[in-house]
């Protein structure tokens, strides 16, 4: 398990009539030590990085959080005697805001949101490369999160944690743990009653994100190269099809319109022991405490016997790009993300750390709830994070819908439709 783990998003913002006229107090920082490509000398070791003379800062963050932050933001002033103080700000607004609040000197100096955000910040100049402190980084955490954390092939975040989706299991209903998807079947197929609203298994079968799976088991994908290629779409590809059409299949055992299967739905049947298997994330975990005995395995596998491929996500700090303390800023994302104070996350918040050593931690592989998270990592990639990912979601969503809940669609003629709408929209550059 050393190679780990956890993810989440950012929305919304307010405008700034001021946002095009950059005084220069509030033009990014550009010395010597912070240019991503500057000719100046090699960059000091980490310990050698020191935070600018009267340096505070402030830092994005969910309320949440909070309590766990000012105990690090303690450490952090006896360290390098910088203040730091928090706001709240949900994780998905920030990605936005700083577009709206960096030129005007208002956002905070170091932000944290999820990775599938991270194209359009840095397309817009909103951040900082982890430059001074990226050897460090790129050591302490595994490989599926310092590439979500890039764009273009640079490294911009500290990864504070990652997420993928698993199985919820219901320990009173379920006798023998599934092996492969078939064994979800055959287990559904005798407990399954849709008049007494008793499913085998839900997962919101609508969203591509869930289904990513089956699409991908065969051949598809969402871009090429490694989802960074916008001109390559394979989610109409022969395996993507293919995939999809044992996907339709699911929905025998799961006799509910696509449509119908929302997050509350699911969550409510689970909690009142009606739902065997639920596919969820590790942010729900707490719906479930005390109404559920249930345990997390990951997905079963494909029927070929290959793994369960999820896509996940990585939450990382990141610097603003216009703040007047860089090296403070990203001296504070690495401390905020060390073992020390990853393993104080995990034992704070519940969360899944990104550091491989705070997630090899036996408090941490031998929680029966967060190892299934754990496992399915392993089997995960990262969400794509280029801006063109925002025209994907909606239009597989409609092609998905229409393949689930009439079993004589065309799977090709649904999914060359999804992608024809995509390829339209990138073309019209909405």
Not at 154 to 182: C, I
Request: aromatic content about 10%; some cysteine; charged content about 25%.
């Amino acid at each position: 398990m050393a190679a780990l783990l956890t993810f989440t998003l950012a929305a919304c913002g307010g405008a700034n009539e001021d946002k095009g006229n950059k005084n220069a107090e509030n033009k990014p920082a550009n010395t010597n030590t912070n240019k991503p490509n500057g000719n100046a000398s090699t960059p000091p070791p980490a310990e050698e990085l020191l935070p600018e003379e009267g340096a505070s800062l402030l830092v994005w963050e969910e309320s949440t959080d909070f309590e766990f932050l000012e105990s690090v933001a303690a450490d952090f002033k006896t360290k390098y005697n910088v203040d730091v103080k928090f706001e709240h700000v949900p994780s998905p607004d920030q990605a936005d805001r700083l577009a709206n609040d960096a030129p005007a000197g208002l956002a905070a100096d170091v932000v944290m949101f999820a990775h599938d955000k991270l194209g359009n910040a840095v397309e817009a100049g909103l951040l900082f490369p982890n430059d001074l402190l990226e050897e460090d980084t790129k050591s302490a955490h595994p490989d599926a999160a310092i590439q979500a954390s890039s764009y273009g092939g640079t490294l911009y975040g500290y990864p504070k944690s990652v997420e993928t989706y698993a199985v919820f299991y219901n320990k009173a209903l379920v006798k023998d743990l599934p092996k492969t998807w078939d064994d979800v079947v055959a287990f559904s197929k005798t407990f399954t009653d849709n008049n007494a609203k008793k499913y085998g298994i839900m997962w919101e079968a609508r969203l591509l994100y869930f289904n990513y799976p089956f699409f991908v088991n065969k051949g598809g994908y969402i871009w090429g190269k490694d989802n960074t290629d916008p001109t390559d779409i394979g989610l109409n590809n022969e395996g993507a099809i293919e995939g999809a059409k044992y996907m339709q299949t699911m929905a025998e055992i799961l006799p509910l319109k696509a449509e119908n299967i929302t997050w509350d739905v699911k969550t409510q049947l689970f909690s009142e022991g009606k739902v065997a298997f639920n596919i969820d994330g590790p942010w729900s975990i707490s719906s479930f405490k005390d109404k559920v005995d249930f345990g997390v395995i990951p997905l079963p596998d494909m029927p070929d016997g290959s793994k369960s491929i999820s896509l996940s996500g990585v939450r990382s700090y990141y610097v603003n790009s216009y703040t007047k303390y860089p090296n403070a800023a990203k001296l504070f994302a690495s401390f905020v993300t060390n073992k020390e104070n990853a393993l104080k996350a995990y034992n704070m918040l519940g969360i899944l750390p990104s550091n491989k050593e705070a997630a090899a931690d036996p408090a941490i592989t031998n929680d029966p709830i967060l190892s299934g998270f754990i496992k399915q990592f392993e089997n995960s990639v990262p969400m794509p994070s280029i801006p063109e990912t925002n025209n994907v979601w909606t239009p597989i969503e409609g092609a998905i819908t229409k393949i689930w809940n009439n079993k004589d669609q065309d799977v090709k003629a649904a999914l060359d439709e999804a992608v024809n709408t995509i390829k339209e929209s990138l073309a019209s550059g909405k």
